[in-house]
């Protein structure tokens, strides 16, 4: 089990920037690959980002390319993603998920507001 924590969310003008951070309470930590996804109201949830657990790999939604950056501190257990460049289409509760190494199941924490607008 890993309980998944998110914060950072919050209203920003367009053009802004935003960090996202997700706490995962595991021991595992580093057995893990974690992914954001976002949802927006009236649509369906969708992936903006992942990392490896060795943090070697990342991937991206092509609507965040070069906009988004997923990162990962194993000391904090703690992965991020720097939104910068942010637009009125990136409002949406944005959810960090945790996969172990090989598993099948996610874990998800309870999301995070992102506001984007003037």
């Known amino acids: 089990q890993v309980h998944l924590e998110e914060s950072g969310g919050g209203l920003v003008q367009p053009g802004g920037s935003l960090r996202l951070s997700c706490l995962a309470s595991?021991?595992?930590?580093?057995?893990?690959?974690f992914g954001w996804h976002r949802q927006a109201p009236g649509k369906e949830r969708e992936f903006v980002a992942a990392?490896?657990?060795?943090?070697?790999?990342?991937y991206y939604a092509d609507s965040v390319k070069g906009r988004f950056t997923i990162s990962r501190d194993n000391a904090m257990s703690t992965v991020y993603i720097q939104m910068n460049e942010l637009e009125p289409e990136d409002t949406a509760v944005y959810y960090c998920?945790?996969?172990?190494?090989?598993?099948?199941?996610?874990?998800w924490g309870q999301g995070t507001q992102v506001t984007v607008s003037s």
């Open positions: 990392i490896s657990y060795d943090g070697v790999n990342t």
């Open positions: 998920n945790a996969r172990l190494i090989g598993g099948t199941s996610d874990y």
């Open positions: 595991t021991s595992a930590f580093k057995s893990y690959n």
